[in-house]
């Protein structure tokens, strides 16, 4: 049987946890930041756990996370 292939987009956004979890960084805080208030700018900088609903279909694109 061949070897899965990693889809490199979502290697780039997701990570795993030590416990086997999706996380992943918000989007929008890298440019652009005057127009944001101060508090949407630190809200961006943390990271979030992806959904249960969602954790299969992204866990499938990257098999060796």
Do not use: C, W
């Amino acid at each position: 049987m061949p070897k899965q292939k990693t889809k490199k987009t979502a290697a780039k956004r997701f990570k795993k946890t030590g416990t086997g979890k999706l996380k992943y960084s918000h989007m929008g805080g890298s440019h652009i930041l005057t127009g944001k208030s101060r508090k949407h700018k630190r809200r961006l900088g943390g990271t979030n756990l992806v959904a249960a609903t969602d954790e299969k279909r992204i866990s499938r694109t990257i098999p060796y996370a």
